[in-house]
């Protein structure tokens, strides 16, 4: 079985610029959420996606947008980045349907803007 | 105020103690309770779930959730230093896919 794996492990960027990051939903998994983890802070929910539709959205605004894939892996894009979106970005996996206390997350994207 | 409130730690404690990490919540529409364990530059891992109300254990870790109090614990006996790491609560009403998290208490087990 494989993990949930995320790409770049690290990236840095300017303030104004604009960043993908990738997810590979763990084998089986058709759900993807996205988090935002803020040094010494929790991860807040930023979106889901389920059959590559937007499923329920956090508190973000559309500058931070996703798109799930056929093969149920996932990207974030976030445009104009600002200072304050520097964080560690999580994504987790799950199966709709499936028990609803379970996703596995990936180890995360560690995104710095300055 | 935040949904969810974690006590902030950090905690520090010696080999063998017992752990006691605890958060409050507002929304009582919350049925999935869950613990994560966060080590530094990871990902967060499941470590425990209660549906609803109760208690559940897992050799040395013992979940508990009060709805009318709107409190959840999570109990570590025979604390090792394998446990230090940041503990996270985090709770849903609807798949845990959406969930709302505490904002960790860092735990650091003494040998």
């Known amino acids: 079985e494989t993990g949930v794996t995320q790409s770049p492990t690290h990236l840095i960027k300017t303030r104004g610029q604009q960043v993908t990051l990738r997810c590979s939903s763990q084998s089986g998994h058709n759900t993807v959420s996205w988090y935002q983890q803020a040094l010494g802070q929790g991860p807040q929910f930023i979106f889901q996606y389920y059959r590559e539709e937007e499923n329920g959205r956090g508190n973000f605004p559309p500058r931070f947008s996703g798109l799930q894939f056929p093969n149920y892996s996932s990207e974030l894009n976030v445009n104009a980045l600002e200072l304050d979106d520097s964080a560690l970005y999580l994504c987790?996996?799950?199966?709709?349907?499936?028990?609803?206390?379970?996703?596995?997350f990936g180890p995360g994207t560690r995104l710095t803007v300055t | 105020q935040k949904e969810v409130e974690q006590d902030p730690g950090p905690l520090s404690v010696p080999e063998g103690a017992i752990v006691s990490l605890n958060c409050t919540y507002s929304?009582?529409?919350?049925?999935?309770f869950m613990w994560y364990r966060q080590y530094s530059r990871k990902g967060p891992e499941l470590l425990m779930y209660?549906?609803?109300?109760g208690n559940k254990e897992d050799g040395r870790f013992t979940a508990q959730v009060d709805k009318s109090s709107k409190y959840i614990s999570l109990f570590i006996r025979d604390s090792q230093p394998s446990d230090s790491a940041t503990y996270l609560c985090a709770m849903s009403y609807t798949n845990a896919g959406k969930s709302t998290f505490g904002d960790g208490t860092t735990l650091t087990v003494k040998p």
């Open positions: 209660t549906y609803s109300s």
């Open positions: 929304n009582s529409a919350f049925q999935y």
């Open positions: 987790a996996s799950s199966l709709a349907g499936g028990p609803g206390y379970e996703q596995y």
